[in-house]
Every structure is written in C-alpha cells, then in structure tokens.
C-alpha cells in the first residue's frame, strides 16, 4: 500500500485549530512526502515546520517547533517513520511522479492559502 501525502493531508485537515497533532503516524508520514517534495520544489526546502504548523493553522513559532523537534527525536516517531518508509516504496513510474508533483504543489497551496488565517 503506498501513502500519499494526500491521506496526510485528510487526517491533518480534519483536527481543529491550534492542536497539534497526536497522531504520531501522520506526522511520519507527512516528514517522509514533504522530503520528497523538498528535492523537487527548491521554494518548499526548509519549510516543513511551516507547512505542517500552517496545515493545522497554527501559528509556526519556536515552542510550536520545539515541540515538533521533540516529537521527532523520539522511539515511536522513529519506528513510524521506518514503517512508513517500507510502506513507501520506490515506485518512479511516470504516474506516481506525476501523483507526488500535483500532492506536493497542492500541499505547498494549502499552506500558502492557511498562511493569513494563522492566529497569532
């Protein structure tokens, strides 16, 4: 089965405001399809954080990063992140890469378009 930054999305998008995440999972998931979006868009590198927090319209702060940095660092976070990067794989089929070029542009639009609404 491969995971889609899409399916991150739906799970992100559905939490309420100023909540981070407690999904473990989703927060691997995200990290490992923003990297790859990372090597092909050179306007999204550095801006994980960013675009995670602005999914969740919170407002990327140093604790709120703090917080993320934390999370990372961490045992579960870095068996999730394992057994979402088998999930994977390594398909480079031209279908699959047009698939992660429009989640990567759809995830770079939505957190442009969250960037104002974010509460400070």
């Given at each position: 089965m491969r995971i889609?930054?899409?399916?991150?999305?739906?799970?992100?998008?559905?939490?309420?405001?100023?909540?981070?995440p407690s999904d473990?999972?989703?927060?691997?998931?995200?990290?490992?399809?923003?990297?790859?979006?990372?090597?092909?868009?050179?306007?999204?590198r550095g801006k994980?954080?960013?675009?995670?927090?602005?999914?969740?319209?919170?407002?990327?702060?140093?604790?709120?990063?703090?917080?993320?940095?934390?999370?990372?660092?961490?045992?579960?976070?870095?068996?999730?992140?394992?057994?979402?990067?088998?999930?994977?794989?390594?398909?480079?089929?031209?279908?699959?890469?047009?698939?992660?070029?429009?989640?990567?542009?759809?995830?770079?639009?939505?957190?442009?378009?969250?960037?104002?609404?974010?509460?400070?």
């Open positions: 889609s930054i899409t399916l991150a999305l739906l799970g992100l998008m559905a939490s309420s405001a100023q909540a981070l473990i999972k989703v927060l691997a998931q995200f990290d490992l399809g923003y990297a790859k979006c990372e090597t092909r868009f050179a306007h999204m994980r954080d960013e675009a995670y927090l602005a999914l969740w319209k919170v407002k990327p702060d140093a604790k709120k990063r703090a917080e993320l940095a934390s999370v990372r660092k961490g045992a579960k976070y870095q068996q999730e992140r394992q057994l979402a990067q088998k999930a994977m794989g390594n398909d480079t089929s031209p279908e699959m890469e047009e698939k992660l070029n429009r989640q990567c542009q759809a995830t770079w639009a939505e957190t442009q378009a969250n960037r104002p609404q974010l509460k400070r």
